[in-house]
């Protein structure tokens, strides 16, 4: 009996050793909870050339300018939509001088057509007996032929009326079009040069594929997030969760909190919350993490700095 104990507990005490010694710890990184995110611009290949980034840690104040992104193009394309404008200016311009000009030709061919009318109707108001059958009858065609060119004047006036006013419309809804284009371009090229909107540090961004970190010079796609400008007062770790390890954490465990930066500094916070679904990161392998965010226990921590690398283990 006593054997069988023995044995039992022989078993059953390395799988509690290792258990014990089984550390569950999770890589983080301490940033900010009121950052300010730059982003890549909407551009018109998707993509741009970042031609300014101050120095990553440079402390920066509302207003700085902090990024900026190559707008060469965007400056071809927007003196080029102006040169398109003017040629569209002139080119309306003639052709409204060329309408006006056909309006008063047709305005004089009805005034004409109008004076022969009268002369026509005056003749063919002469009695038969005083001039003959025949000539009668000749000046009541006459006025028949003068009725009808009077008619044609008047619609050959409104069908030039109707050009005109279509072409002045058109002229109006081309100027819209060039100033809506013109704004677009100068709108995009405003938004490649980026200003703190709140004091903080500028923090480098990860490329999202190689994990590298963007520098001055690189070429980056449109919603890439290539920086951030890091408010110091309110810091959190974020931290990425096995897919292993997910079933034994949950959202409000507490845990230890070290610094590679500072390895002196012990640190206690809490798990906030927990991503509800996972990501892959390709430099770590196959696996899938969850992303949660960790507070700190203790406010006001003057050591840290946003990008500190964290190592954060569950209080279990």
């Known amino acids: 009996m006593r054997l069988n104990t023995l044995l039992v507990m ?158 002045v419309r058109q002229a109006e809804l081309d100027k819209q079009k060039g100033r809506n284009q013109y704004e677009f371009w100068d709108q995009m090229l405003e938004s490649f040069v980026i200003h703190a909107t709140q004091p903080g540090f500028i923090i480098y961004g990860k490329h999202p594929w190689n994990r590298t970190k963007f520098q001055e010079g690189d070429t980056v796609q449109t919603s890439f997030r290539v920086a951030q400008i890091a408010d110091t007062s309110e810091l959190a770790i974020r931290v990425w969760i096995n897919s292993i390890d997910r079933p034994r954490i949950q959202s409000g465990t507490a845990v230890n909190i070290m610094l590679d930066a500072l390895p002196a500094l012990e640190l206690k916070g809490r798990l906030e919350s927990i991503s509800d679904s996972g990501s892959k990161r390709p430099e770590w392998g196959k696996g899938l993490y969850y992303e949660g965010v960790v507070l700190f226990e203790s406010a006001g921590l003057p050591q840290l700095l946003p990008g500190m690398s964290a190592l954060v283990e569950p209080d279990l």
């Open 10 to 167: 022989l078993a059953v005490w390395p799988l509690q050793a290792l258990a014990q010694n089984n550390d569950t710890l999770f890589t983080g990184e301490v940033f900010s909870l009121q950052a300010q995110e730059i982003f890549v611009p909407l551009t018109n290949n998707w993509q741009a050339r970042i031609s300014m980034m101050l120095p990553e840690g440079t402390r920066v104040q509302r207003g700085d300018v902090v990024v900026e992104f190559d707008g060469s193009e965007v400056a071809r394309q927007l003196e080029q939509q102006l040169q398109t404008q003017r040629t569209e200016q002139a080119k309306t311009e003639r052709d409204i001088a060329k309408i006006e000009k056909e309006l008063v030709e047709a305005d004089f061919r009805l005034r004409l057509a109008k004076v022969s009318l009268e002369l026509a109707a005056l003749k063919a108001d002469v009695p038969e007996g005083l001039i003959g059958a025949l000539e009668q009858s000749e000046n009541t065609l006459a006025k028949e032929k003068a009725g009808k060119a009077v008619e044609d004047a008047q619609e050959q006036l409104k069908d030039k009326q109707q050009s005109a006013r279509e072409r």
